[in-house]
């Protein structure tokens, strides 16, 4: 049982929580104590209730990913673990989730009780819905640095926000279009949403957000840089950041980005790209 747990749990998926260290690793206090820990334990409780909300996603999806050609090897499309079980599981982690934010501060608590909300709205409406479905998960992305910020007691700016906002745009469309490509002409019986996104749309929807996120990161790390008067650092991290989001156009273009976090970690042009975007970000905020 507790593999299947496990398996349930997609722990592989819970590399997406890193980005709650993205604005206290901006801000430069993950060499502090207190921050550190606090921000630590936001990703312990997003752990918990991506862990949740997967447990429910699933439950309700069942019927839907049996005639899915990989999501069937899922806990309870197999048979593995029941539906009721499975919801028991899902409560137990968003509950936890929960309890963990508000033990740390009540900023954060409030945080994940709406990303928990939303989560479940997605999973029961939202993701029925032509663009709110995108725009939802996008949004789960982004409450994921925002509960970093809230976790470590520091501010985010604006120009943060539109970066992650429109990044996570840009690879929620990837996965999409991976999506459709995949299931061809019975992505419709899968999820109805899948039917209703022409491949031209997807292309302008990830045109606009690398757009405005790739011009909102320039915008942002020439403005920085000289607030900060940190030399040209935030200016040379645009390099390795704009490489990445080509890369990953071209990707998305070849049919990949069906699982993100695969084509992040496997892809090495892409590897080597944000390894050295992290080195020269973290360079200019905690070295000069």
């Given at each position: 049982?507790?593999?299947?747990?496990?398996?349930?749990?997609?722990?592989?998926?819970?590399?997406?929580?890193?980005?709650?260290?993205?604005?206290?690793?901006?801000?430069?206090?993950?060499?502090?104590?207190?921050?550190?820990?606090?921000?630590?334990?936001?990703?312990?409780?997003?752990?918990?209730?991506?862990?949740?909300?997967?447990?429910?996603?699933?439950?309700?999806?069942?019927?839907?990913?049996?005639?899915?050609?990989?999501?069937?090897?899922r806990p309870i499309a197999t048979g593995a673990i029941s539906?009721?079980?499975?919801?028991?599981?899902?409560?137990?982690?968003?509950?936890?989730?929960?309890?963990?934010?508000?033990l740390v501060n009540t900023n954060l608590g409030v945080t994940?009780?709406?990303?928990?909300?939303?989560?479940?709205?997605?999973?029961?409406?939202?993701?029925?819905?032509?663009?709110?479905?995108?725009?939802?998960?996008?949004?789960?992305?982004?409450?994921?640095?925002?509960?970093?910020?809230?976790?470590?007691?520091?501010?985010?700016?604006?120009?943060?926000?539109?970066?992650?906002?429109?990044?996570?745009?840009?690879?929620?469309?990837?996965?999409?279009?991976?999506?459709?490509?995949?299931?061809?002409?019975?992505?419709?019986?899968?999820?109805?949403?899948?039917?209703?996104?022409?491949?031209?749309?997807?292309?302008?929807?990830?045109?606009?957000?690398?757009?405005?996120?790739?011009?909102?990161?320039?915008?942002?790390?020439?403005?920085?840089?000289?607030?900060?008067?940190?030399?040209?650092?935030?200016?040379?991290?645009?390099?390795?950041?704009?490489?990445?989001?080509?890369?990953?156009?071209?990707?998305?273009?070849?049919?990949?980005?069906?699982?993100?976090?695969?084509?992040?970690?496997?892809?090495?042009?892409?590897?080597?790209?944000?390894?050295?975007?992290?080195?020269?970000?973290?360079?200019?905020?905690?070295?000069?």
């Amino acid at each position: 049982m507790f593999a299947t747990l496990v398996k349930l749990a997609r722990p592989k998926q819970w590399a997406k929580n890193v980005l709650v260290f993205a604005a206290p690793g901006a801000a430069g206090v993950l060499t502090h104590g207190a921050p550190l820990l606090r921000t630590l334990a936001a990703f312990v409780a997003f752990c918990f209730a991506a862990t949740g909300t997967y447990a429910w996603n699933d439950a309700l999806d069942v019927e839907a990913d049996r005639a899915h050609p990989t999501k069937c090897n899922r806990p309870i499309a197999t048979g593995a673990i029941s539906v009721p079980a499975a919801q028991l599981f899902g409560n137990v982690c968003l509950a936890l989730a929960i309890v963990i934010g508000f033990l740390v501060n009540t900023n954060l608590g409030v945080t994940i009780a709406v990303y928990v909300a939303l989560t479940l709205a997605y999973t029961v409406r939202l993701k029925h819905e032509l663009v709110l479905d995108l725009v939802a998960v996008a949004a789960g992305f982004v409450l994921r640095t925002v509960a970093g910020g809230a976790a470590a007691e520091v501010r985010i700016s604006t120009w943060f926000l539109i970066v992650a906002g429109a990044g996570s745009l840009f690879i929620v469309t990837g996965k999409r279009g991976a999506e459709v490509a995949l299931l061809g002409a019975e992505a419709g019986g899968h999820r109805k949403t899948l039917s209703g996104y022409s491949n031209s749309y997807l292309l302008y929807v990830r045109a606009v957000s690398s757009t405005v996120a790739v011009l909102g990161y320039c915008l942002w790390a020439f403005q920085y840089s000289h607030q900060a008067g940190k030399a040209s650092w935030f200016e040379i991290s645009i390099v390795p950041f704009v490489i990445a989001i080509l890369r990953y156009a071209l990707l998305l273009d070849q049919g990949e980005g069906g699982a993100p976090e695969d084509v992040l970690l496997e892809d090495p042009v892409l590897l080597i790209a944000g390894i050295a975007w992290i080195a020269i970000f973290a360079g200019a905020v905690y070295l000069t």
